[in-house]
């Protein structure tokens, strides 16, 4: 069958919208109609070539929800009907880190950026019987998506897609660096560093966390007004102020317990380190660009201040359980996520999307099919 989708031919090119051929689910594969997809960073950090991936073309997109319309030999996980959000790691169940209780480190994750599903073929082809990868194994920005069934998490049919589609990335991943990863405790202060479509899901978590004083920091003004809507008690416009000293300042000259850096510079991971106070928990959720090989970080001043410096990927959850719990909170409303969309755009116009993400007038862009 046919399919629309956005694929990537080159770095630094437009995405390009065209029709491909969609091959049907393989054994343990399903076929997902798309109703929305968030347009996250880390697409884009593909697109810009800051993220190196297995083979081009590639269609981009990983953080989706729809409805499950056909399935493989040997699927068990959902049937046709079912209401699904993409996983962009999958969780395999079976492997040593989904049995630990850590499926956002399934071994299935290595093969996530190199195109092909899991069993080495492709699914898409382009008109000249070119194969197009998958990111994640999705390539969600597509009409439908055929993926493994490891990669999909069923979920209550009451939910709008365009804001179900969000915690399957965004959401998931900053909520949980807050609760999961950092454990940031009740009464303690937190600074989240950028508070785009993931940071202001760190505010989130941070505040259900029960964090007293959280800290916003970003270099527009706007994404500062929301910040507030999403739990920050105070905000700092990072493009007129000195984020450290105003974090000092806030904190009577100690730092925070907890800081997180949600953009993708080793500066700005440095200046969450410099705010952070001893013993304090300094964790990396924006991904920086693959040539990068170092932190400007002082190796003994990480030492005398004895803190912890950590990454984090998908808020560290078993996202099976992680994202059907993220929507139950939503449901009562202690989640907010109708307020993190704040443009809806079509297939065709991604690449404003993205333009407008850059430009900073979304918190989340998405895109709506049909
Ligand atoms: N670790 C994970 O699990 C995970 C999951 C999703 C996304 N990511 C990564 O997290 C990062 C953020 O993603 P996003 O979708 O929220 O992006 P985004 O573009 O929506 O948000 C980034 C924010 O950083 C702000 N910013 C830029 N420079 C700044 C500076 N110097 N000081 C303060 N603020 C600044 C921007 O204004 C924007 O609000 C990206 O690198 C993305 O790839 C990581
Ligand atoms: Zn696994
Ligand atoms: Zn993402």
Known sequence: MKTRAAVLYAPKEPLRIEELELDEPHAGEVRVKMAAVGLCHSD??????????????????????GVVESVGDGVTRCQPGDHVVLMFIPACGKCKWCLAGHSHACAEQTAFAKGPQRDGTYRLHNRAGQNIGQFCMLGAFSEYVVAHEDSVCVIDKDYPFNVAC?????????????????????????????????????????????????????VIEQ?????????????????????????????????????????????TIAQAFAATAKLGTIVVVGLTPAAIDQIPISPLQLVLSQKTLMGTLYGAGNQRVEIPHLLDLYRHGRLKLDELVTQTYALDDINR????????????????FD
């Open 44 to 65: 884009y950090h593909v697109a810009a070539g800051n993220r190196p991936v297995g083979m081009m073309p590639m269609a981009l997109g990983h953080e989706g929800a």
């Open 353 to 368: 999307g993205y333009a407008d993400m850059i430009a900073g007038k979304n918190i989340r862009g998405v895109i709506q």
């Open 166 to 218: 969000l915690v399957g990335c965004g959401v998931a991943g900053g909520f949980g660096a807050a609760v999961h990863r950092a454990q940031v405790t009740p009464g303690s202060s937190v600074l989240v560093l950028g508070v785009g479509g993931v940071g202001m899901n760190v505010l989130q978590g941070a505040h259900a966390a029960g964090a007293l004083t959280i800290i916003a920091a970003d």
């Open 223 to 267: 994404k500062l007004t929301w910040a507030k809507e999403f739990g920050a008690t105070h905000v700092v416009n990072a493009s007129k102020e000195d984020v450290v000293a105003r974090v000092m300042e806030l904190t009577n000259g100690a730092g925070v317990d907890f800081a997180f850096e949600a953009i993708s510079s080793p500066a």
